[in-house]
């Protein structure tokens, strides 16, 4: 009974009045049964019958049959509650990611491509209502996972990000952001958004960064810019290694900022700078709140009324009590 709830609870303010009838019936017990004075007992029996002593039972029997009732009335039930969650308007996101050489810059730890792809899985994991898609880009782009409701593809995606000689080396802001544009522009969630991450300026590709951009701001895609890099001077790779390995050297760290933030206001997003992990897992986070999807709850209750027995033991109780002053105490009372 720990899950009872009360539809009308007021009904038990009449419980007050119970202490009422208790003291109405100690002041007229004495005017309910005949009385006979005489001068003196002597030669009477004096001890009660067991009827008599029993006769308070009739009353307690009415004020149990009254607090019933109106248990009954405050109608007590059981609920069951059952809820499923239904997404009613998703959005679809693709993460444009540049894997250009100067992303192994060591200014963020253990680099700048190792940093990004934890802080992408967290955001991807905290999304589980969105469509995810993921597209890479240095000189040239493509789309390395098309838009999708599977979390664990994009994720596996995300991981498997690496420096290698698929795409030649180089910035093409443009191609990046013109492949992320195409991922969406034929979609049909409410909201569709581009998170746009580089590192340096725009170098490569035969599409301008500013036509991509219009071409984002005309499907209503809105896209959000991240420049990542420290201030100042960073390791970057500049040359590898007879054995293989990567060789580093202090570099001056350029990002077009003015760009970036050129395609994030045409388009309706916004510009962040990650000079370090915790700001680039700051970012994500914002970008995470800004971008929310609604979510639809229902409920279903299903309601099991308890009134009926506490109204038939009230009835029973009634019943008993007539019956009993009608016949074993009717000469009493």
Request: hydrophobic share 45%; proline share 3%; no cysteine.
């Amino acid at each position: 009974m720990g899950n009872v709830t009360f539809l009308d609870p007021g009904f038990f303010w009449l419980f007050l009045l119970l202490p009422l009838l208790i003291v109405w019936q100690i002041w007229k017990r004495n005017q309910q049964t005949a009385t006979l004075k005489i001068s003196s007992l002597k030669g009477f029996k004096t001890s009660k019958s067991f009827l008599a002593k029993l006769k308070p039972f009739l009353f307690a029997l009415r004020l149990l049959a009254l607090s019933s009732l109106i248990v009954a009335m405050a109608r007590p039930r059981t609920v069951d509650v059952s809820s499923k969650t239904k997404t009613t308007k998703g959005i679809d996101i693709v993460m444009a990611i540049d894997v250009s050489g100067s992303m192994l810059a060591k200014d963020l730890k253990p680099n700048r491509m190792e940093g990004l792809k934890t802080v992408a899985e967290s955001f991807v994991e905290a999304r589980p209502n969105d469509r995810i898609g993921l597209v890479v880009y240095a000189s040239e782009a493509y789309t390395k996972t098309p838009v999708t409701s599977d979390k664990a593809v994009v994720l596996e995606a995300i991981r498997s990000i690496k420096y290698d000689n698929v795409l030649q080396d180089g910035t093409g802001i443009g191609m990046g952001l013109a492949t992320a544009v195409n991922r969406l522009k034929d979609s049909e969630a409410k909201s569709k958004i581009i998170i746009l991450l580089t590192d340096g300026v725009n170098n490569s590709g035969f599409i301008e960064p500013e036509t991509a951009s219009e071409i984002a701001k005309e499907y209503g895609i809105k896209v959000y810019t991240i420049g990542i890099g420290t201030n100042g001077m960073a390791e970057f790779p500049y040359a590898i290694a007879p054995n293989g390995q990567f060789l580093f050297r202090m570099m001056k760290v350029e990002i077009d900022e003015r760009l970036m933030k050129s395609i994030a206001e045409k388009t309706g997003g916004k510009y962040f700078r990650a000079t370090s992990n915790k700001k680039l897992e700051t970012i994500y986070d914002e970008i995470n709140k800004l971008e929310t999807t609604e979510i639809e709850e229902l409920k279903f209750y299903d309601f099991d009324e308890k009134f009926r027995p506490f109204a038939l033991l009230a009835g029973m109780l009634l019943l008993i009590e007539i019956g009993l002053r009608n016949t074993l105490f009717k000469s009493f009372i």
